[in-house]
C-alpha cells in the first residue's frame, strides 16, 4: 500500500510543481485581477459539481467494487447529463430575471464555460474514481498527470502564442486539460463494459443516493466554508484581494497533497477490506504518518521570507506569506481529517463527515464575520485553521468511540517505524 502511497504522492508533487509555474506566469503575465476571476470560476465548478457528485462521485469508489461497471456508467452518465440540463436553466432564467445577482455567484462572461467546465470534469471524474475502485492507482495517477501537463502547457499556449492576457488563459487551460484526461481515461475504462451484473438499475440509484447524498451534503457545507471568506473578501476590497488570497491558498494547500495522496488509497484500500479492525488499525497509522509529514512541509513554506514571495509573484502578492502562515495550523489538521473522512466513507459511514462539515460551518460563519473586517485575509486564514481544528476534533471523538481506542495510540510507536521501514525496502528491493 506505502508503494501507491508513494506514487500518488509523486503524482501530487508534480501536480504542485505545476501549480506553481502555472502561478508565476498567471501573476506576472494575466495580474491579480484575473487570477481571482479564475478562482471564483473554478470555485463554481466546484461547487456546481456537488449536484453531479450524489450519483456520480466518490461514492463510485465504494460501489465500484460490488456493482457492474456497465451499470454505474449508464447511471453516471445520465444523472450527469440531467443535471447540467437543469442548471442551464436556471442560468438562463437568472439571466432573464436577476442577471446582476448572477453575475455575482458567475463572474459575467463565464456563465457557458462554467457549465461545460462541470460536464466534462463529471466525465473525467468517472474514469479515475471507478479506476481507484478498481484499485488501480497507478493507471488513476497517470491519468492525473496527463490532466494537469496538459493544462499547464496550454495555458502557456493561450498565453503566448494566442496572446490571451486575461483570465480566459486560466479557465480555457483547464477546460483543456479535463477533455485530454476524460479522453485518455476512456480507452483504460471501456474494457470493463463487458462486465454484466443482474443487479436492478434502480435499487442501486437508491443506494448511490444515500450513501452519495451524504457525502455530497457535507462537501457543499465544507464548499461553503470556503465560498463565504472569497465572497467576503471581493465584497470589502474587490477580484485582486482574492487572487493574492487564492495564491497564498494555492501554495499553502501544496502540502495537502500529502494527506490527499494518503487517503485516496487509504479509501481504494478500506472498500475492498471487510475487517474494520484492520480499517483502523491502518487508519490510525495513516493519520499519523499525513499529519507529520504534512507538518514538516508546512513549516518549510513559512520560514521563506517575503521577499522571495514577492519577487516570484510580483509586489501585488507580498502579502501570501503572512496569509500562508495563518492557515499553517489548519493545512495541518486537515492533512489529518482528510484520512479519518475516508476512512468513514471507506466502512460505510458517510454520516459523520457531514456532522464534522456542519460544526466546521457553525465555527467558520462567526469566525469569518469577527476575523475579516479588522484583519483582513489574514483574518480568513485564521479562520480556516480554527474550523479544521474543530472538524479534526470531532473526527476523533467519533474514531475513538467507534473503535474504542485511546489518545496515546495517536502516538508514533515502534511498529509504526518498523511497518514503515519495512514498507520502504520492499519497494526499493522492488
Partial sequence: MLKKIFGTFGTRFLNAICGFVTLWFGSHYLGAEAWGVGGVVLLDVSLLLIGVEFLAGSGLIYFTPRKSFRTLMKISYIWSALVLAFYALIVFICSLIIPKSLNEFIPEGYHGIVLLLVFIYSLHNFNLTTLLGKERVGTNNILFIIQFMTQMVSMLVYIFVFDIRNADAFVYS????????????????????????????????????????????????????????????????????????????????????????????????????????????????????????????????????????????????????????????????MAAHMVFVHYFSGTNRPQYDLYGALIGLAVTIPALYLLIPPFGMIGAGVSVSITYFSITAYNWIIFRKINKVSAKELLVTREDVKMLAAEIKGIFSH
Fill in 174 to 333: 483547464f477546460l483543456t486539460g479535463y477533455i485530454v484526461g476524460y479522453l485518455c481515461g476512456l480507452t483504460q475504462i471501456l474494457p470493463y463494459l463487458k462486465e454484466r451484473g443482474d443487479e436492478s438499475v434502480w435499487t442501486t440509484i437508491k443506494e448511490m443516493l444515500r450513501f452519495g447524498s451524504i457525502i455530497q451534503v457535507s462537501t457543499l457545507v465544507s464548499m461553503l466554508n470556503r465560498r463565504l471568506s472569497y465572497l467576503i473578501i471581493r465584497s470589502f476590497w474587490g477580484d485582486a484581494h482574492v487572487g493574492v488570497y487564492n495564491a497564498a491558498t494555492q501554495v499553502s494547500e501544496s502540502p495537502k497533497m500529502i494527506g490527499l495522496s494518503i487517503a485516496m488509497v487509504q479509501f481504494s484500500k478500506i472498500s475492498n477490506l471487510t475487517d474494520n479492525n484492520l480499517a483502523a488499525k491502518i487508519t490510525l497509522q495513516l493519520v499519523k504518518m499525513a499529519t507529520i509529514l504534512t507538518a514538516v512541509c508546512v513549516v518549510v513554506i513559512c520560514v521563506i521570507p517575503t521577499s522571495v514571495y514577492s519577487w516570484l509573484f510580483t509586489s501585488d502578492f507580498a502579502p501570501m506569506r503572512s496569509i500562508m502562515i495563518a492557515l499553517a495550523p489548519g493545512i495541518i489538521f
